[in-house]
């Protein structure tokens, strides 16, 4: 749309200059009067009463025009409005038309109409009325009505003007785009702010358009489009009204918008305006989740130099806040600011370097000002940061687009020792136009000819060479690249490219855990996606295909969870568990998207954080570069992972289960003495009995620091074995093993809890460990012959002798079945009948015979034999009772008994 750019015409039209009798020529006379007649007639019909400035309602005072575009009453009848004219330029035939239709109107009718007729159409105004005011901004607000636009497009722009009704460079601002649906038939508001202009501005212009598809979608086209066109389409537009509008700034005085404790959270507010007549603003900052933190009043300047309120905001906890300022006039809002900044925690280890585990890929349709960008990193902390060197939005020659500016963040980076990735995500604007017509992907092109491409590379890798450890081929995410079959022979030619302008070339390609990898690519480093179509649980099983490719390094890319359609809370704890567990299954670098939103506001680019961003810092803050350790057993359903530095331990943990206020569980933590949740907000934890402490545990992870770890060890290295049990008549002999893999000698008694109606001997025994030792004592296990298959728990309690005198409680898990015998039960109705069905599978090498029984409560018992099952077959038995609506919940148990042989299995389930 940069029709702006044209220069415009200076002498007035015809149909805008004042409305005169018509002369004698024209008419007779007696016409001439008549038409006259009525012209005045129709203007005094909608005269008012004059009127001063204190009869005028203080928020009307504000408008400076209201196009309704009704101008009989001042005597206008040609169908197009005073001072709007025709755009007349090659793409803007003049054939296209607009014209005032008074069959249509948002309030009432008329309202002003392009036909766009298959080709683009737009009308401007820059007339007298829309004079303007020096140091004040200007809100633009019109309705729009499409008719039939599918492939076209309606919009609405606003501009300053100069002394000679030129537009000012720099100055235009565009609406929404309407259309899409060629049965819409809704007007939709389009809004335009215009910030103050530049001292020659001295009226605001307007301009209506309604475009095809090749002015306003300047996307590449695929090979052989088609174009389409809207023929018999148009655009109403109507009620088009300009204010004037109070100045309002808001803003901190921290890049980025991030706090870091002890420093607290200062905004600036300013408000500004020559008449403050019934104004009133106020500030308003609530937490991310809607509470309210501060209310205040924010006073109205009048005089030309203005200073802003400060608000400091003491004691904040960590989080993410919203501050919206209003003004108000007459009871309306009428202008509203709004700015998102972070309050962080105190970093955990100040003086510690960056984490290299962690990453953050940085984009460069997204890109915010390297001072932002240099304040997010550093809170962050993160070892690693992938910068894109090549983009279809930028030129190449340098990072992000030959940005200098960036070149002072890069040396930053580097000072502090940040491993950094050049990223080839889409190819410069200028190898795209050189390619041809038609859009081709990264790797088509650089499949091609080399010295196609080589000139736009090589200034990049040569000067950058030093910077950048690795470059990668692909942006991540992209599931494409290492499945595209060109992927082997682009990362040959890159590579033969680079060696002679870098001393040890390292290539990156994007890979995902999702999809199978059957052989390595010739690269030192594969970023696997991991998004929400993996679970966490699952994440290690997923990375082991790549792990056994044998890349030099495995990294990670995070794919944040949409935020639509997804509850706050659940979303963050995905986005927490994702990070955590891959770290745990030992991922070199995991990289998460920028974590902060750029948009333009008043003041020019406004960078604010996201909540993500906090949960990042969090965990980036306390595992930095501890090392994976244990999964630790503390109670049935809860998730406990283990991160060990020399001697303490970080635990990460969380109750899939828990509701929203959380469970609370005994825990023995050894010296820790706090929690910490995603925020990084602590929380104290309270002394329960035996000197264990009470976690507080939500689907959320949290942290407890601070745990000593050969605790952590002992723990996690207790154990049953066999961890599986004989479902017998005869006694089973279990060993229970100890481990201290610390420096110090560790003693005490360990009791063991067995289910009811069990029997543990010896159920009380000593121990002792030296250093890095082990310790082993056998113990006898005796059930009931009806004993239920399945998971059982025995709990260890470790009280110990030698100091601290910790109490431990250890939940051992105990699987009981038959070893070479798979069992499985259904329950379901039918014909109002119960039916169970019970499979047995032979997993032996030789032929098994069973007894098989159902028992339901106040039925008859049923039998089936099961004779002489072959090995690797399976049998199903079914058994029936009637009237299953008596027996629904009620528990029913199907059971094996071997024919002479010792051994019983038993499966207990709910009836339906």
């Given at each position: ?21 018509p ?99 737009a009308?401007w ?68 702010h ?75 507010a ?22 309210l ?70 984009h ?11 304040a ?41 020792r ?10 410069p604007?200028?190898?795209?136009q ?50 595209d ?5 682009v ?12 001393t ?10 999702a ?19 993996v679970?966490?649980?699952w ?66 680019r ?11 810092r ?5 595992l ?70 009470k976690?507080?545990?939500?689907q ?7 745990m ?28 229970l ?30 121990f ?43 939940p ?21 009948r119960l ?47 009637d ?6 919940g ?23």
């Amino acid at each position: 749309m940069g029709v702006l750019n044209t220069p415009m015409k200076t002498r007035m039209s015809r149909r805008q200059q004042p409305i005169r009798p018509p002369g004698p020529r024209r008419q007779p006379r007696h016409t001439r009067l008549g038409v006259f007649a009525a012209l005045l007639a129709a203007t005094l019909a909608c005269k008012v009463p004059s009127s001063t400035a204190e009869d005028i309602p203080p928020h009307m005072r504000r408008v400076v025009h209201r196009f309704d575009f009704d101008e009989r009453p001042q005597g206008n009848f040609d169908p197009v409005p005073m001072h709007w004219e025709k755009v007349e330029r090659p793409d803007f035939p003049g054939f296209t038309v607009g014209e005032v239709d008074d069959a249509v109107g948002r309030e009432a009718s008329p309202a002003f109409r392009l036909a766009a007729d298959g080709r683009n159409v737009a009308y401007w105004y820059r007339g007298p009325a829309t004079t303007v005011r020096p140091n004040s901004e200007y809100l633009v607000i019109g309705w729009i009505r499409a008719d039939r636009l599918a492939s076209a497009r309606a919009t609405l722009c606003a501009y300053y003007l100069d002394r000679q009704g030129l537009p000012i460079a720099g100055t235009q601002v565009f609406g929404t785009l309407i259309g899409g649906d060629p049965a819409d038939t809704q007007w939709h508001r389009v809004r335009l702010h215009l910030p103050p202009g530049p001292r020659q501005t001295r009226t605001i212009g307007l301009t209506a358009w309604v475009v095809q598809p090749r002015i306003w979608d300047q996307t590449a086209r695929p090979y052989r489009h088609i174009e389409d066109h809207d023929i018999e389409a148009g655009a109403w537009f109507d009620d088009i009204t300009i204010y004037r509008m109070p100045s309002a700034v808001l803003s901190t005085p921290a890049p980025g918008n991030i706090f870091t404790a002890p420093h607290s959270p200062i905004l600036h507010a300013t408000v500004a305006d020559n008449d403050a007549t019934a104004l009133s603003s106020s500030l308003t900052i609530r937490s991310i989740d809607g509470s309210l933190v501060h209310q205040a009043d924010v006073p109205v300047q009048t005089q030309r130099t203005t200073r802003p309120a400060v608000f400091r905001l003491s004691d904040l906890p960590p989080g993410l806040y919203d501050a919206v300022l209003r003004i108000q006039t007459g009871g309306e809002t009428v202008v509203t600011r709004q700015l998102r900044f972070a309050q962080l925690a105190a970093a955990q280890n100040r003086n510690v370097g960056v984490a290299r585990p962690f990453g953050i890929t940085l984009h460069a349709d997204h890109r915010a000002g390297p001072q932002d960008e240099q304040a997010y990193l550093s809170a962050l902390a993160v070892g690693a940061v992938k910068i894109p060197v090549w983009s279809g939005a930028h030129s190449s020659g340098s990072p992000a687009g030959g940005a200098q500016l960036y070149d002072a963040l890069l040396h930053e980076l580097v000072k502090s020792r940040v491993t950094l990735t050049g990223v080839l995500e889409t190819p410069p604007a200028g190898l795209v136009q050189s390619a041809g017509k038609y859009a081709r992907s990264l790797l088509e092109i650089l499949a091609d000819d080399p010295e196609g491409w080589r000139p736009h590379l090589a200034p990049v890798a040569a000067a950058y060479a030093s910077v950048f450890r690795s470059w990668q081929i692909g942006s991540d995410g992209d599931r494409s690249v290492a499945l595209d079959p060109l992927a082997n022979k682009v990362l040959r030619q890159v590579r033969e490219q680079m060696t002679p302008l870098i001393t040890t070339v390292s290539l990156t390609i994007p890979g995902d855990v999702a999809l199978s990898a059957d052989e390595a690519l010739p690269a030192e480093e594969i970023t696997v996606l991991i998004n929400r179509d993996v679970h966490d649980d699952w994440i290690e099983d997923y990375l082991q295909p790549y792990r056994e490719l044998h890349y030099e390094r495995l990294s990670a890319h995070i794919e944040l969870p949409p935020t639509r359609g997804h509850a706050r809370l659940p979303r963050l704890a995905n986005l927490a568990k994702d990070i955590i567990r891959s770290r745990h299954a030992g991922i070199d670098t995991i990289y998460l998207p920028q974590l902060w939103h750029t948009r333009y506001a008043v003041t020019g680019r406004v960078t604010e954080p996201t909540e993500d961003l906090l949960v990042y810092r969090t965990i980036v803050d306390l595992l930095r570069d501890l090392l994976p350790g244990p999964v630790v057993e503390l109670e049935p359903g809860v998730v406990a992972l283990a991160f060990h530095d020399v001697d303490s331990t970080v635990l990460a943990l969380w109750d899939p289960a828990a509701p929203p206020e959380g469970n609370v569980y005994d825990f023995q933590v050894g010296a820790a003495r706090r929690q910490i949740d995603l925020w990084g907000r602590s929380t104290p934890l309270a002394n329960s009995d035996e000197g264990r402490r009470k976690v507080r545990l939500y689907q959320q992870p949290v942290f407890i620091d601070g745990m000593e770890r050969w605790l952590v060890e002992f723990a996690a290295g207790a154990r049953i074995t066999p961890d599986r049990s004989e479902l017998s008549l005869l006694p089973q002999t279990h060993l229970l093993e100890l481990n201290n893999t610390g420096d110090r000698l560790l003693a005490g008694r360990v009791t063991l809890q067995a289910p009811d109606n069990w029997e543990v001997r010896p159920s009380r025994f000593a121990f002792q460990l030296s250093p890095n030792s082990s310790f082993a004592q056998p113990i006898e296990l005796r059930y009931g012959h009806n004993e239920p298959a399945g998971p059982k728990q025995i709990v260890a309690q470790v009280d110990f002798e030698s100091e601290p005198r910790y109490h431990l409680e250890l939940p051992l898990i105990l699987e009981l079945g038959i070893e070479d015998v798979d069992v499985w039960a259904l329950a379901f109705i039918e014909g109002g009948r119960l039916v169970l069905r019970h499979g047995v599978t032979n997993r032996s090498a030789r032929p098994l015979s069973f007894r098989s029984f159902a028992t339901v409560p106040g039925r008859s018992r049923q039998f089936r034999v099961v004779p002489a099952l072959p090995p690797g077959e399976t049998l199903t038995s079914e058994y029936r009772f009637d009237t299953a609506n008596k027996l629904a919940g009620r528990m029913v148990r199907l059971g094996l008994r071997e024919v002479n042989g010792t051994r019983n299995h038993t499966i207990e389930l709910a009836a339906p």
